[in-house]
């Protein structure tokens, strides 16, 4: 609406008008980039301060020295927890 005032008052022509447009979007597209390349950097940032706060976590689930064996159904495989040796999908405890 503004356009056409200054184009109709003869401001400026037509081409001035496309001219400016076209300037605006160029300008734009880089623009959209690096507002994209810092928000990602800024969500990494984030992520990496959670994850380093995470390993200052005391865990409650210690790794056992030595796997415990589990027998699974049909056939007598053994899934060694560690290891991940399994033919089967159906464990039966043991």
Do not use: W
């Amino acid at each position: 609406m503004a356009a056409t005032n200054i184009v109709g008052g003869g401001n400026i022509t037509v081409g001035d008008l496309v001219l400016i447009n076209q300037l605006l979007f160029q300008l734009s597209v880089p623009l959209n980039f690096l507002g994209t390349v810092y928000r990602e950097l800024t969500q990494s940032m984030t992520d990496m301060e959670t994850l380093f706060k995470l390993q200052e976590v005391n865990a409650t689930i210690k790794v056992h020295p030595t796997p415990r064996l589990v027998r699974v159904g049909f056939g007598g495989s053994v899934l060694m927890i560690g290891r991940a040796r399994c033919e089967t999908f159906c464990v039966q405890g043991g």
